[in-house]
């Protein structure tokens, strides 16, 4: 009789992430959702890592599996008139990363945004539609995804949209103390995206990366579409607040930089790759409103 000798399985090295921008809104959230789940993570915030210094930038990823990169120019007004810093920073700073991620054998994670599109669209954008921005916002982050493409075959570029979180500055926090504020409020209503939790971005991305989803291009929104005006309808009832509301159009708000009108982002590239979009927006802002408006 021949003896058979089990051998038990062996458990996988944890990864170690590199999360550059750790200091933002996402970068927060991302590292809370990374700790939680065990994971051995670095992050890196402004004053930690300049993403324009090749040098910098190789050092730092030196030894990651995964490297996240959540660093951005993202004042979108002020990229108008400072297009040349802007593009240091979101196309540069992103090329940077790719050739030290690339060369460490790291998968790089690159957070981009609905912007590379024109918004003119009346259908959910494709994960391959047109790249048409039409700001220098949406210029210097398209950038970044080319480069994102050419210097690292191992990536995943996750656009998202209309961000809102607990750890910065974003629109619910913004619309609830007007709504304490003011006597009236005129909102935006022929805007149309989908408002996203940071934490569910954030989730979303450590179960592309989990997964071991192809390389390619992701969309990371909420499911479903509203106005600016119908998310602060829902924004002032979580808070509790009864101050009325009057839709207005992106004419009465005239900005340096244009808005796009369609933000809407499909998911098909999730479900191709098995991968559970995040859930309607509107249900997700319930279970974020609490911990968003504390």
Not at 4 to 31: E, F, K, Q
Not at 65 to 92: K, L
């Amino acid at each position: 009789m021949t003896e058979t000798t089990t051998v038990p399985p062996t458990t996988p090295a944890p990864r170690r992430w590199l999360v550059v921008g750790a200091a933002g809104m996402l970068g927060t959230d991302l590292l809370a959702r990374l700790r939680d789940g065990g994971e051995d993570v670095v992050g890196l915030g402004r004053s930690d890592l300049d993403v324009t210094d090749a040098d910098a930038v190789g050092a730092a990823v030196r030894g990651s599996d995964v490297v996240v990169n959540g660093a951005a120019w993202t004042a979108v007004d002020d990229a108008e008139a400072h297009e040349d810093d802007a593009f240091r920073v979101n196309a540069t700073g992103a090329a940077h990363l790719a050739r030290a991620s690339h060369r460490e054998g790291a998968r790089l994670v690159q957070v981009s945004t609905d912007y590379v599109f024109d918004g003119a669209a009346t259908a959910p954008y494709a994960e391959d539609a047109p790249l048409a921005p039409v700001s220098a916002y949406g210029r210097t982050k398209a950038a970044g995804e080319w480069a994102v493409r050419a210097e690292a075959p191992d990536h995943l570029i996750v656009r998202t949209a209309w961000l809102y979180g607990a750890h910065g500055g974003c629109f619910p926090r913004t619309m609830a103390r007007l709504g304490a504020e003011k006597d009236r409020l005129a909102v935006v209503d022929d805007q149309v995206g989908q408002p996203t939790w940071t934490r569910d971005l954030a989730d979303l991305i450590v179960r592309l990366v989990e997964g071991g989803a192809p390389a390619g291009t992701y969309h990371g929104t909420a499911s479903g579409r509203t106005s600016w005006f119908g998310f602060t309808r829902r924004i002032l009832a979580s808070a509790g607040l009864t101050t009325p509301l009057e839709p207005t159009t992106s004419d009465a708000f005239v900005r340096p930089a244009p808005r796009p009108a369609f933000s809407v982002l499909g998911h098909g590239a999730l479900a191709a790759a098995g991968v559970a979009p995040i859930g309607d927006w509107a249900e997700r802002w319930d279970a974020a409103a609490a911990e968003v408006l504390a």
